[in-house]
């Protein structure tokens, strides 16, 4: 099987799993608890059925590509952001603090990402190229920003004994492995040149599919009801701990006037 029949089945794998998502997201009442998920995966359903029907070498493709990308690193941040705020929703005063960070930092990392970029743009003659390595370039450092600031929430949250959904769980996890795929991607075509972009998309989409499939299969209701904490915290230390969290929650609470 060539590497772009498996594009394209894996495309088409994507395409039914995001579906399926969003209708499990409204029949299961989860869309009101995750509802910028669910109308990323609506947005999704769109996004992953146009490549389908068009050539990637057209005028329309390309077009469809650019504007398409910017809602991407919207809905990025936006469930980001939700995410955030469903890890912290006990510590508004912590979630606010996240929340400025995610829309102080993606910008930079874009910005950061594009310009390493810069010296390769200016000997290309062609406007369309120009326009796609530097958007694939800011895709790379918001991705990349996002990750991290995922992994570095999880791994904070390690010294304090916060319980968490094992639907929020899944989450974090999940996004970490996409956004992390994506960056990686990036990287090794910038690396390796264009003679395994095909097996590079075949990678991307192989992990864009697990990841979706888990989504469809494990994210439910009943992962809502199951609470855990990220890390193994003794009772004799417990109380100390979430005393420290709730000054620190206090004190941002008070800096952003809430």
Not at 17 to 34: D, M
Not at 226 to 253: C, D, F, G, W, Y
Request: charged share 15%.
């Amino acid at each position: 099987m060539s590497g772009h029949v498996l594009v394209q089945s894996l495309q088409i794998i994507t395409l039914l799993g995001v579906a399926l998502t969003a209708v499990k997201l409204q029949k299961t009442g989860l869309r009101r608890r995750y509802p910028v998920f669910f109308w990323y995966f609506c947005f999704r359903v769109v996004n992953s059925a146009w490549p389908l029907f068009l050539s990637r070498s057209s005028g329309l493709y390309y077009y469809l590509w650019v504007g398409t990308e910017a809602i991407d690193w919207v809905f990025y941040i936006l469930v980001v952001r939700e995410l955030c705020g469903l890890v912290l929703e006990k510590y508004q005063g912590l979630n606010t603090l996240g929340r400025w960070a995610i829309y102080a930092a993606m910008p930079i990392a874009g910005a950061i990402s594009t310009v390493s970029v810069l010296p390769r743009l200016a000997t290309a003659a062609a406007i369309q190229w120009k326009t796609m390595r530097t958007l694939v370039a800011a895709d790379r450092g918001i991705t990349l920003g996002l990750a991290i600031f995922l992994l570095m929430m999880m791994f904070l949250l390690k010294g304090y004994p916060v319980r968490l959904s094992r639907n929020v769980l899944l989450h974090a996890t999940l996004y970490s492995i996409f956004f992390i795929s994506n960056t990686l991607d990036s990287v090794l075509a910038n690396v390796l040149g264009e003679k395994i972009y095909v097996w590079l998309d075949v990678f991307l989409m192989s992990v864009s599919a697990v990841c979706v499939l888990t989504w469809l299969f494990f994210l439910n209701p009943a992962g809502e009801d199951v609470k855990t904490t990220v890390p193994t915290v003794t009772s004799r230390h417990e109380e100390r701990i979430l005393s420290q969290l709730e000054a620190l929650n206090a004190t941002m609470l008070r800096i952003s006037g809430k």
